[in-house]
């Protein structure tokens, strides 16, 4: 979790170095970004599950996996190994899907995967650690970093909610480059996280999202 004090002074910095974050900031209200703990390994696999589909089509096949595996609001790597693939490609997912989920859960099973060693990591390295999982970008990775190990200052040039909210602010909608964008980002740092947070807060008014 991060501390409000944290969050607070983020904010400060970021109202300080940018005008159009400090009116962001003002809409938007406090960011709740950290605000409770996300469990690392449901954090990826809820990232897998969701790649390349809407938001509705993510959540029904999610539901419908924890269903079968028999719990709520979690998935373990116990309770995903429990399934064999056709139980997950019953579930809405394709075969390559099904191999990611049980890869990351054997891995993490083994203890291959580490959490604790993750987080000793610096941000590069943790991502590099992530991205060569099967199934998971650098795009994941980062998110993964954001939403369950809290680093403040993490900035996806992949990410199309971030670079659309930036396109309007910025440039009038219209698109920025990639080194004009990430100069920009550059302007945030050192907590590019919680810019992100305002900036998907404008393109997803869906609070519950983004805690």
Known sequence: MIEPAV?????????????????LIASHGPCTLGARRRDPFHV????????????RAADTIQ???????????????RTLLALTPEDLRACGLSNAKARWLHALSEARASRRLSFPKLATLDDESAIEVLDALPGIGRWTAEMVLIFAFDRLDIFSMGDVGLRRAINHIYHAGEKLGDAETLALSETWAPYRSI?????????DGNLQAWV
């Open 44 to 55: 990826i696999a809820t990232s897998i599950i969701s790649q390349q589909l809407s938001v």
């Open 7 to 23: 969050i607070s002074k983020a904010e400060r910095y970021l109202k300080r170095v940018d005008p159009h974050m400090k009116r």
């Open 63 to 77: 539901a419908r996996v924890e269903v079968r595996a028999g719990v709520c609001g979690k998935l373990t790597p």
């Open 195 to 203: 810019a992100s947070w305002y900036l998907w807060r404008l393109v």
